[in-house]
Every structure is written in structure tokens, then in C-alpha cells.
């Protein structure tokens, strides 16, 4: 492939400023002038909304950085790299998505020998095949530079803007690199005098290994692959490694003085680049050169249009700093780590570890909640591109899917596994989860979504339809109806309780399983139903029906399942997912819906978060918004970027503060919290689900739906609402003073009147009150629009206000004010 394919009033004296000490982002004396592509436009009420970052918010990190995970990432789907260094040594590690080892551990196709239909009980023959080295993530290894004598690096920064990685040297000039977002290279630019030494390794080469313990994968020479074979000349460095099956890649770097500068040109090129009879390196070896013929200058500028395009899809505005910055560096990650016509993010994303070792877990696609999480944000941001990744990569591994359903499940359609390779082969793992059939049905989810939120009406009857179908097929042949008549799977579960014992199979059906059976099947019925399948929308509603209700204690709490309590701290939202994000026990629901709710939040809450991971608090911060409950919303999404993050952002699985957030204390770097994080924020902003889920175009607009007391003013433009619709909207002294809506479709649009007893403003005619909303019917394209009046005043503190989150001790995970 020669391009990256791809389009792409009064303030609380709480708010924190632009230089918070405790934010990853920030530091005092932050370097301001930096490239700078920031736009706006400004709203009826004269507010101006930005389109791009803003400098303040670009990542800003001193010298030295010593560990991977905290280096300045950058990207361009395809391939990633992550800057990081110090003194006057410069290192970018390098990745690409589509480096892997697919051999398996012990017999191949050892799914066909040991299938779920057979499993005793109290069985699990699946746990040993995830002990081996591989399948596995590869690394691609790391170009290291050695700076004139006499420069050092005093510190890093990213522009999201710009997505440009720089290291500003002693003499205050600065290394440049950026990943084209056009183009399958990446390019450093050196200023001054040419580096000492330049050296192009391949992974396994070093030393350093930041890590240790249960979640490293381990040694690359573990792999058993044979030397890289270098080579080089005057001006380019290469090397070819052979991995397994025939699979190989080359890393090459050409060099070039232009201008008293050091240009450098970066390509890795695979096997999967290249036509019969064509040769990776000299593919690798002219993609640098043309490269370096159209100079630095001008592939920047074709990557910083893509980026501005990026950018200019919605915006958001929030008052606390480190928190608007986690969403912005969340949302680049999107754009740095996933696009259309490229494997999609496994655990590590294009940022695999570069310590010497594999990445943790694998660096895989868990299915029981990571990549799941991962893809939740893009639909509200409007950044379609980078959910493709995942969604085209599911429908063309259909074939491969349906075989594992036939072979493990034994049944016709379909079926993801819950833990797998870049192939979609299984991998095994603790078996209650990684091979539990329902895990495709959250997958599922995501086509549905992907529908909902552009509106797009040939997705769902092109792919969104077919897939989940397929879905529902093998899950509707493994049920059963029990004494009673309700449908049962023979096995059920619930993600990541109990570990890998006996107790983790639980009675079926678990609440986990049934809330991902009856969000496909009602799913499935709206979808058929938006076709005009009537028949097939009948049998899906049915089918949903004869699942039977939710298990509950007599006080209203969420069970396990039919007979088991939680009792213990659990990372996983798994029996309560049925409020988050599947939507079918809500706030608009009835009173039995609002005792679950109150009662299983109060069991959470007696539990304490001693065994939550960082994705915990991003989960639950959408889950409280979800249910209104915005000052708890706002702790968790605090708690998340004060305590599970690194220097850079990333999130990290562990508690990092030394505050007892969690008993957790490592520093496993994956992506689904970051994402959960996003989502969390625009949860507090924006939402639009339907009180009836499987009721075909239902959705209400809620605007300001769960914002805390503390963010007094705050504002959006563009976010995508169910429907396609396009939302922008103010708010001033704790109330909405001004919003828009560009409706997506033909029909009726509800706004949900949470206005505080104030009358819209309208610009539009023909809207009228029906029950707690405001109605009206639009043509796609059409506008509307309202403002409404500003208080005097703020309202008064509520008891209940969450304060901000303030760390004590701060390890040195997190970037500290100088």
C-alpha cells in the first residue's frame, strides 16, 4: 500500500488551573510557543468553541523520559512510535499493527478438541494454551540517535494539533517527528550538526527491561526466531527479520542533510505489503527515498490537513484542565492508533512495549471488555474512521468466525472469541471468559452503535445487520428453554469473577449473559425492523422475551446470577452492564428499574474499590452519568486521571498515586481505559439513548444530562447524538443557555426538558411539549436551534458535591510541576 487510506460567568474557586501540578499534562513555565493550528468559531451567543487543541493543552514532559510507557506517542494507524530519551540520547521505538506471531502453544486447532458443548462443569482444558510466548504482538524494534557533543534534551512535548513529537535541546532548537498521516512512513527532522551515531535495531536487541512479573510476556528471543539480517549503506540503515510461517518485515531509515539539518525517513514494510515476487526491502528502501525527495516540509503539511479535518468534528469545552486534556489526548489516540484500512488497537494499540521483551497479555484483543471499551468513544466524537478499523476488521474475519462457531460451539452463524490474534484465532486464557459465546454479542453491540450514531442506513443493511445476525444465530441455537421456559445456555459466567475457579461458572443464566443476549436480540429486532424484516423483528423481540427477567435480590440488587450475591471488590461492571452501556435498566424506567439501580450502587459502593483497575473508574464514571448521577460521575473521572496514568497519559492499570485507590500498584499500560475516560466526559455532556431499547427511533437528546456542580460553564460542538444528529450546546452559570441540533435523518427529534422551568428561545417553528420532551419533526440538513435564558446567578453548592481530587505523594509516574 503506498498511502495510509482514511478520511478523517462566576468560576468555582475548585477548578483547577492551566498549570495543575497533579496533571500528567502540564507543568509550570509550559513551553508556549509551539506550532499552533488552532481555529474557531463562535455561536449565536457569542462563545467561541475551538476546533483543534490548543498549545495549552499539548503534552508537555522534562527530560529524562526512562521508560516506554511514558513517551510521547505518535502514530499514523498503521504504523506508531513512541519518543523518549535523555542526555543527548534519542530513542523511537517502533511499531506496526500487523505484527504478530501467530504460531500456537502446544496442538494447532486444539479449540476442535476440547469444544465448550463437552466441558465438564468444573472443567477448563483451555487455560494452558495462553501460557506459551506466542500467539503474541511483536515488537518492531527502535532507531536510536546520538545528538552532536554537547547538546542534551531537556524536555518533550506532543502537539495534538499538529500530532508532532518534539525533543527541545539545550540550545534551545528542538528534534522534530511526526508519522504521516498520508503516507506509510514516519519522519524525524535533527537541526544543526548531523547526530554522532544513528542506529537502527531490531527488537530484542537491548537490554533494558522496565518490567517484570505476570503480565510480561517475556524475552523476544524467547520466540526463537533467527537473526535480523542488517544491512547498510553510507545513508540508509535496514534489517529484515524472518518471523514464523513465512511472515517478515523490514525496519530502514535513509538520512539526508538538507538546509544545515539531519532529515531521517522511517518505513516498515511486511509481507502483507507486498505483491508475488516483490521484495519488502526494496518496497521499505523507496517509500525513504521518496520520502526524503518531497522533503519534511511538505509531507508535514499534507499530515497536518488530515489532522485539522481530524479535529474539526466536534469539540468539547470543560473547565478542569487535566480532565479536558484527557479527553483531547484520548480522542488523538483515536487518530494516532486507529484508521480505516488498518488492523485495529489491540491492548497496546501501535505502541507495543520496547523494553526487550513482549507486551503485556500479549498485547491482544480481549473481547471481555478491552477492545469493547476501546471502541466506545469515537460515535459521540463523530470520528467514524477510527471505528471502522474494528468493525471491518470483524466482518472480514466472518469466515474465520463462523468456522470457530462450528467447530467450538457447534452451531451455524457466528462467534468472536473472547481472547485472540490478529487472525481471530482463539488463544485461550481462563476459559469462564476468553471462550464465553456472549462476548460476540457485546462486539455485536458496537455494529449497532456504529449504526445509530451516523445514521447510515447501508452500514446496517450492509454490514451491521448481516454480522449481528450471524451472532444471534449461534447464540440462539445454544439456548435452551429449562423446567420453566426460560432460554438458558448449557454454561454461563461472568467476566473475570472468581478468577479461573469452579465458583466462576456460575448458574446460567448469569446477568452478565442474559443482559448480552437480550441487548442483541432487541438490537437485532430494531435493526430488522428499520428494513422492514418483520418476520425476522418478531422472532427477535420473542426470543428476547422468553429470556425471562433480570436476577435480583428482594431490595432490588443486581445479582451474579440466579443465587449469587457479589460480595467481594470486582474490576469488572459485568452484571451491571445492563445499565452501562447496554441501556436496558434505566432512570427513565420504571420503579422496579430504579430500585436495581439504587441498590446495586449501594452494594458497589460498600464494597470499595480495593480490586478496581484504572478502566474501573472510567466505567463507572459513565455508568453514574448514565444514571444522573453526575457529581459521582465527576469523582471517578478524577480519580482515573490522578491516579491511573502515566507521565504521558497512558493509562495504567494500576494505582500510580499511593493514595489506596486501588490494591493494584503495577503499571500494565493498556487503552481501554483511556477510552472509557472519553467516553465518561462526553457522557456528562451529551447523551441520547431511548427509554424503550428495541423500539425502533426512540432516542432523546439530553443536553447537560450529568454535569457537576463545580463545572459552572461549559460547551460542545458537533457531538453525535443516536439518529446521526449533530448537537452543539452552552451552558453558563450551571444552565443551558444555547444549543443546535443538524438532524441526521427524517423524523421526529426529542430534546428532554431538564431546563430548570426556563422556555426555550425557539428558531424553529412547530415544536411542541409532549410529556417531559420537546418534539418536533425534521428533514435531514434541517436546523434547530434556541437560547434560553442566562441566571444571575450560580445555584447554590448541593450537599453532595463531589470536591476535586486532590494526591498527596505522587510516584513518579506522574509529571510534577519544577
Request: charged fraction near 20%; proline fraction near 6%; aromatic fraction near 10%.
Amino acid at each position: 500500500m503506498a498511502r495510509i487510506t482514511g478520511s478523517t460567568g462566576a468560576r468555582s474557586e475548585t477548578c483547577q488551573s492551566d498549570t495543575d501540578p497533579q496533571d500528567p499534562f502540564s507543568v509550570e513555565q509550559r513551553a508556549k510557543a509551539k506550532f499552533s493550528m488552532k481555529r474557531a468559531q463562535t455561536d449565536p451567543t457569542g462563545h467561541e468553541v475551538p476546533r483543534t487543541p490548543a498549545t495549552e493543552d499539548d503534552l508537555y514532559l522534562t527530560a529524562p523520559i526512562n521508560l516506554w510507557h511514558d513517551a510521547i506517542p505518535l502514530g499514523n494507524g498503521l504504523m506508531g512510535g513512541l519518543l523518549w530519551g535523555g542526555h543527548n540520547s534519542l530513542r523511537l521505538s517502533l511499531d506496526r499493527g500487523d505484527l504478530w506471531d501467530e504460531r500456537t502453544t502446544g496442538e494447532s486447532a486444539w479449540w476442535q478438541k476440547h469444544p465448550w458443548r463437552s466441558l465438564e462443569d468444573d472443567g477448563d482444558p483451555w487455560s494452558q494454551y495462553y501460557e506459551g510466548a506466542t500467539p503474541t504482538k511483536l515488537p518492531a524494534g527502535f532507531l536510536e540517535l546520538t545528538l552532536d557533543q554537547g547538546e542534551t534534551i531537556r524536555s518533550f512535548e506532543l502537539s495534538l494539533a499538529a500530532a508532532e513529537g518534539t525533543a527541545t535541546l539545550s540550545d534551545g532548537t528542538a528534534a522534530r517527528a511526526f508519522f504521516s498521516a498520508n503516507e506509510p512512513v514516519a519522519m524525524l527532522r535533527i537541526p544543526g550538526n548531523p547526530p554522532q551515531a544513528v542506529r537502527l535495531r531490531p527488537a530484542g536487541t537491548t537490554e533494558e527491561c522496565g518490567e517484570t512479573g505476570p503480565q510480561s510476556g517475556g524475552a523476544v528471543a524467547a520466540l526463537g526466531h533467527p537473526p535480523a539480517d542488517l544491512g547498510q549503506t553510507d545513508d540508509m540503515q535496514w534489517y529484515v527479520q524472518e518471523a514464523a510461517d513465512g511472515f517478515r518485515y523490514c525496519a530502514c531509515v535513509a538520512t539526508q542533510r538538507a538546509a544545515g539539518e539531519t532529515w531521517l525517513a522511517v518505513a516498515i514494510t511486511t509481507t502483507h505489503d507486498c505483491a508475488p515476487g516483490e521484495d519488502l526491502l526494496a518496497l521499505a528502501k523507496s517509500r525513504c527515498r521518496d520520502a526524503l525527495r518531497r522533503g519534511y516540509a511538505e509531507i508535514f503539511a499534507d499530515h497536518v490537513a488530515w489532522w485539522r479535518e481530524f479535529w474539526d468534528r466536534s469539540s468539547i469545552e470543560v473547565p478542569e484542565p487535566h480532565i479536558r486534556r484527557a479527553h483531547r489526548f484520548a480522542r488523538y489516540l483515536y487518530g494516532a492508533g486507529s484508521r480505516q484500512g488498518a488492523p485495529p488497537m489491540p491492548l497496546q494499540g501501535v505502541w507495543t512495549a520496547d523494553n526487550g521483551g513482549l507486551p503485556p497479555w500479549k498485547g491482544d484483543y480481549h473481547n471481555d471488555l478491552n477492545t469493547q471499551l476501546t471502541y466506545m468513544a469515537y460515535q459521540e466524537a463523530g470520528n467514524f474512521e477510527s471505528g471502522l478499523s474494528y468493525l471491518e476488521f470483524l466482518w472480514k474475519l466472518a469466515p474465520t468466525f463462523r468456522r470457530f462457531a462450528r467447530d467450538f460451539y457447534g452451531t451455524d452463524g457466528l462467534a468472536t472469541p473472547g481472547v485472540m490474534s490478529l487472525s481471530g484465532q482463539p488463544l485461550g486464557g481462563w476459559g469462564q471468559y476468553s471462550m464465553s459465546p456472549t462476548m460476540s454479542a457485546w462486539n455485536a453491540h458496537l455494529f449497532y452503535l456504529h449504526w445509530r450514531y451516523t445514521g447510515d442506513d447501508s452500514f446496517l443493511t450492509d454490514r451491521a445487520y448481516p454480522w449481528c445476525s450471524e451472532v444471534g444465530r449461534c447464540l440462539r441455537e445454544l439456548l435452551k428453554p429449562d423446567a420453566e421456559g426460560v432460554l438458558v445456555l448449557p454454561r454461563s459466567s461472568s467476566p473475570e469473577i472468581f478468577d479461573n475457579g469452579p465458583l466462576a461458572w456460575l448458574r446460567p443464566n448469569s446477568n452478565y449473559d442474559l443482559m448480552c443476549l437480550r441487548t442483541l436480540f432487541l438490537s437485532l429486532s430494531e435493526m430488522a425492523e428499520a428494513q422492514n424484516l418483520t418476520s425476522d423483528a418478531s422472532s427477535w423481540v420473542r426470543a428476547a422475551a422468553e429470556l425471562g427477567d433480570f436476577h435480583a435480590a428482594a431490595d432490588g440488587e443486581l445479582l451474579l446470577d440466579a443465587c449469587t450475591l457479589l460480595r467481594e471488590s470486582h474490576r469488572h461492571l459485568s452484571h451491571l452492564i445492563g445499565i452501562y452501556p447496554f441501556n436496558l435498566i434505566t432512570i427513565d424506567g420504571d420503579a422496579q428499574d430504579q430500585e436495581r439501580i439504587r441498590a446495586s450502587l449501594a452494594a458497589w459502593d460498600e464494597l470499595g474499590t480495593g480490586e478496581w483497575c484504572g478502566y474501573t473508574w472510567g466505567w463507572m464514571s459513565c455508568l453514574r452519568a448514565r444514571t444522573g448521577d453526575a457529581e459521582q460521575a465527576v469523582r471517578h473521572l478524577d480519580v482515573f486521571t490522578r491516579a491511573f496514568v502515566s507521565r504521558n497519559g497512558f493509562h495504567l492499570n494500576g494505582d500510580q498515586s499511593g493514595e489506596g485507590f486501588s490494591n493494584f500498584t503495577y503499571q500494565p499500560f493498556t487503552l481501554e481505559g483511556n477510552f472509557a475516560a472519553m467516553q465518561a466526559v462526553q457522557e456528562l455532556l451529551l447523551q441520547s439513548w431511548s427509554p424503550t431499547p428495541g423500539v425502533r427511533d426512540t432516542e432523546v437528546i439530553r443536553l447537560f444530562p450529568a454535569v457537576p456542580w463545580r463545572w459552572h460553564d461549559a460547551s460542545f460542538r458537533d457531538l453525535r447524538a443516536e439518529g446521526g444528529h449533530r448537537v452543539s450546546a452552552k451552558r453558563k452559570n450551571n444552565s443551558t443557555v444555547w444549543f443546535k441540533v443538524v438532524a441526521g435523518k427524517d423524523g421526529l427529534v426529542r430534546i428532554r426538558d431538564n431546563f430548570d422551568g426556563r422556555a426555550p428561545r425557539w428558531a424553529t417553528a412547530d415544536v411542541r411539549k409532549v410529556g417531559r420532551d420537546f418534539e418536533v419533526r425534521l428533514s435531514k440538513g434541517d436546523v434547530l436551534e434556541a437560547t434560553l435564558a442566562a441566571p444571575a446567578q450560580l445555584p447554590p453548592e448541593p450537599s453532595d458535591a463531589a470536591p476535586p481530587v486532590v494526591v498527596g505523594v505522587v510516584g513518579n509516574s506522574l509529571e510534577r510541576a519544577r
